[in-house]
Structure formats: C-alpha cells, structure tokens
Nanobody, 114 residues
Framework: VQLQASGGGLVQSGGSLRLSCTASGSIFSFVYMGWFRQAPGAQRELVATIRGGGLTNYADSMRGRFTIYRGSAENVVYLQMNSLKPEDTAVYYC?????????WGQGTQVTVSS
C-alpha cells in the first residue's frame, strides 16, 4: 500500500487548505483512513479519521474547523481545513489502517502564519 499526501503549504491565519491522500488501492479496503499531524518537538497526534462506512472522528481542537471526506474516486480522502491557526502548523500525515497493519504517507507541511 502506498499513500501520497499533498496539498500542504503556507497560509495566513484564518485561511484554508485542502489536503489530499491518494491510496494505491481502494480506500474501502481499509478499516479506516485518517490524518495525523506532528509539530516540531511534539508527538504525532490525531487530526481526523473516516471509516469504511463513513463514520468520522475528530480531535476536539479540530472539530468544527476541519472536515475529512472521501472523494468521488475510490482511492482519495481529503481533509478540508478552515479557520487555520498558527498552532495548526505541523507536518500532516495520511494513515490507512487494515487488520494486518498500518500504512503511512510521507507527510505534507502546513504552515500557518500569524
């Protein structure tokens, strides 16, 4: 399984970005897919996940600002990020989970300036 994350960049506080995660296979083959992030000096943390049935889960600090959803293609998951804050600055990683293991993408940098 290969995951390709893209869409990061530099944005001003209050702005928006949309991240994309493209999987090498159908996302419906995974138990869930999700986004995690890691800021400098911090541990990797959950951003949001989406299960095969469409059930979503968000970290408290992202709920209401971020939306995870599947694209029309069967192998893409998006993370729409609105009202971005400087504390959202991090490398964002896409993750896919199957019963036999987890897979990670290479990460995409998101920088929010104040």
């Amino acid at each position: 399984v290969q995951l390709q994350a893209s869409g990061g960049g530099l944005v001003q506080s209050g702005g928006s970005l949309r991240l994309s995660c493209t999987a090498s296979g159908s996302i419906f083959s995974f138990v869930y897919m999700g986004w995690f992030r890691q800021a400098p000096g911090a541990q990797r943390e959950l951003v949001a996940t989406i299960r095969g049935g469409g059930l979503t889960n968000y970290a408290d600090s992202m709920r209401g600002r971020f939306t995870i959803y599947r694209g029309s293609a069967e192998n893409v998951v998006y993370l729409q990020m609105n009202s971005l804050k400087p504390e959202d600055t991090a490398v964002y990683y896409c993750k896919a989970s199957r019963s036999n293991g987890d897979y990670w993408g290479q990460g995409t940098q998101v920088t929010v300036s104040s």
